[in-house]
């Protein structure tokens, strides 16, 4: 039996037939929880909560930007849920998508608010579900290659941030010593040297 029937026959099992689902009280701007029972067409009945985000669509783009000058575009800010002294997180520039925008729109307008950089050299090279255990954020990732500066940063007033240039020795000095510490960042860096390699061909 080929993979692809041996997959199909087990989602058939596992799939959700039947749900119902409530949405509990919050008085937060950016989650909700969600309460939901779930019947399976085996039979069985998961009963789950889950985190539903209430900023935008719930989904965000994150961009993997480089300079003409070949400097990769970091933004170093504090994450209250980082499980570290400091909670300082080092990432790529990112944001929520907004309802009625599409994916590379969002990109474009986080690249500019976030580290003041724009280009026209930028494409989606991924999509996906970084922590469907508990959330159904969707993640859209992009590669911005030439990027420049083409204005000051735009930030939310509770944002509160800072931009450098790396070189890729000095990105991958700090996701070996765990200053980086995402998977969008890592995946990211994963495609573009896989994209070094293509150009060097």
Known sequence: MDIETRISKIIDKLKIINYKEEVLDSDSKFISIKRGIYQLNSGETIDRESVVKNVGTGCAACVFA??????????????IILPTDTKISI???????????????????????EPGHSTENIKQIDSYYPSLGICGERIDLFMALDCEKVSDQNLDDDEFLVCEE??????????????????????GYFYYLDYLKKVDL
Do not use: Q
């Not at 990432?91 to 500019?112: F, H, M, Q, T, V």
């Not at 790396?166 to 995946?187: C, H, M, P, Q, W």
């Open 66 to 79: 480089v300079t003409k000058e070949e400097k990769i575009l970091i933004v170093i800010h504090p994450r």
């Open 91 to 113: 990432e790529l520039p990112a944001g929520y998508i907004e309802k009625g925008e599409n994916s590379i729109d969002s990109a474009r307008r986080d690249l500019k608010e």
């Open 166 to 187: 790396v070189t890729l020795d000095e990105f991958e000095f700090l996701l070996k010593n765990s200053y980086i510490k995402g998977a969008n960042e890592r995946l």
